[in-house]
């Protein structure tokens, strides 16, 4: 694995950093307190290539390596978690869009999510059905050449604010499982979708809700991909997805780790500096080491990806020890800055609540910890 990378993405991530630190910190605690994202901050984002540059040039993306979104997606979280999901939703469903819609379909919505113009968010999860997506309910009938959509969607991110939204119904027998899956793109502007909006610890930037579907009409062109493809699709972006993810967490927890070095180095008790005392330091240096192991394993991730190598196992467990280890950074970083750090004055607990979403979110540690089990062990054997 090549750890050196090359000029061309250092370039893009010089920028990502540059842009992070002049227009994306500064707004982190207004952004929860107006409970939206900046239109305009995520439209300057496209204007910069800073959202799915590993999309193709001809459909509006810039064609650079998966490994160049984790470039963008750590600078980018460092300043504020919630303006990267524009990042995160743009590769994941732009992925899905590019790969299976028609041609003019996906020049579209494509161009649209790099531009920074349009969000578009995922729809996969349900009332009854998290983990087990496969057991989704809401349905997709056909209807002429349209479907015409019925039911819930929940957890949904941005919600409120997206254009659109990679939907994924059952088109096939109710039980079908897997097999009765299809997805679609779906504008979210149409009156018979209600959207509702749920009051969580943190990422109130981004928000959270459901949205329900009472016989909304889709043209049957806004099928991506195959009829009861949909679950291998979305599954197939999960593990991209996952590896950003763990960027996602680890830009906040290494700020937060920066700062506390900065901290500790210029506070003084019992006459020295907090950081001469070893249970501090080490503290800190043992954050470190294990915050690095995380990073590196997202980027050996989206490594195997770019190279068009299995990488299941490597997401799943990028998707477990990232958002793990960044939260117990977080937390560490707050406890040392002591009674300051508990306030609001800080943003360790802002982070502390943005990234505790992400160990949830994409699929839960247990459910990473099965995927790693089913890769190792052969079937009949694993859990």
């Known amino acids: 694995m090549n750890f050196v990378?090359?000029?061309?993405?250092a370039s893009v991530g010089e920028t990502a950093r540059r842009f992070?630190?002049?227009?994306?910190?500064?707004?982190?605690?207004?952004?929860?307190?107006?409970?939206?994202l900046d239109a305009e901050l995520t439209r300057e984002m496209g204007r910069l290539g800073l959202i799915a540059p590993e999309l193709p040039e001809d459909l509006g993306g810039a064609g650079l390596p998966g490994v160049a979104s984790g470039i963008v997606m750590e600078a980018i979280a460092a300043a504020d978690l919630n303006v990267a999901y524009a990042q995160l939703l743009g590769s994941l469903c732009g992925k899905i869009i590019a790969g299976n819609a028609d041609t003019d379909l996906a020049r579209e919505w494509v161009g649209r999510i790099c531009r920074g113009e349009s969000l578009v968010a995922l729809g996969l999860t349900e009332p009854h059905a998290g983990s087990d997506a496969s057991q989704a309910r809401v349905t997709a009938e056909a209807d002429g050449n349209h479907y015409v959509i019925s039911g819930e969607k929940t957890s949904i991110s941005a919600c409120t604010q997206a254009d659109a939204i990679v939907l994924f119904a059952r088109t096939g027998a109710p039980g079908s499982g897997a097999g009765g899956m299809t997805a679609l793109l779906v504008?979210?502007?149409?009156?018979?979708?209600?959207?509702t909006v749920f009051h969580d610890v943190g990422s109130g930037a981004v928000g959270r809700g459901s949205l329900f579907f009472d016989g909304v009409r889709v043209p049957a062109d806004y099928r991506l991909g195959p009829e009861g493809q949909g679950f291998k699709e979305v599954m197939q972006g999960f593990d991209y997805s996952?590896?950003?993810i763990g960027l996602q967490v680890v830009g906040p927890a290494r700020a937060s780790l920066d700062e506390t070095w900065a901290y500790t180095a210029e506070r003084q008790a019992f006459g020295q500096p907090l950081a001469r005392h070893q249970g501090v330091s080490f503290e800190l240096a043992d954050a470190e080491a294990r915050l690095e192991a995380a990073r590196l394993l997202c980027y050996k991730t989206l490594s195997l990806r770019d190279a068009g190598l299995p990488h299941t196992q490597e997401a799943a467990m990028a998707k477990y020890l990232a958002p793990k280890t960044a939260f117990?950074?977080?937390?560490?970083?707050?406890?040392?800055?002591?009674?300051?750090?508990?306030?609001?004055?800080?943003?360790?607990?802002?982070?502390?609540r943005d990234v505790m979403g992400l160990e949830i979110g994409d699929g839960t540690a247990q459910i990473m910890k099965l995927i790693i089990a089913r890769q190792k062990l052969p079937r009949g054997v694993a859990p």
Do not use: F, M
Request: hydrophobic fraction near 30%.
């Open 187 to 195: 504008p979210l502007d149409d009156p018979n979708v209600r959207k």
């Open 328 to 352: 117990e950074v977080i937390h560490q970083c707050l406890l040392t800055h002591g009674h300051a750090g508990y306030s609001d004055d800080y943003p360790h607990q802002q982070r502390l």
């Open 242 to 244: 996952r590896a950003l």
């Open 5 to 9: 990378i090359s000029d061309e993405l």
């Open 20 to 36: 992070a630190t002049e227009r994306v910190a500064p707004g982190y605690a207004r952004r929860e307190q107006d409970a939206c």
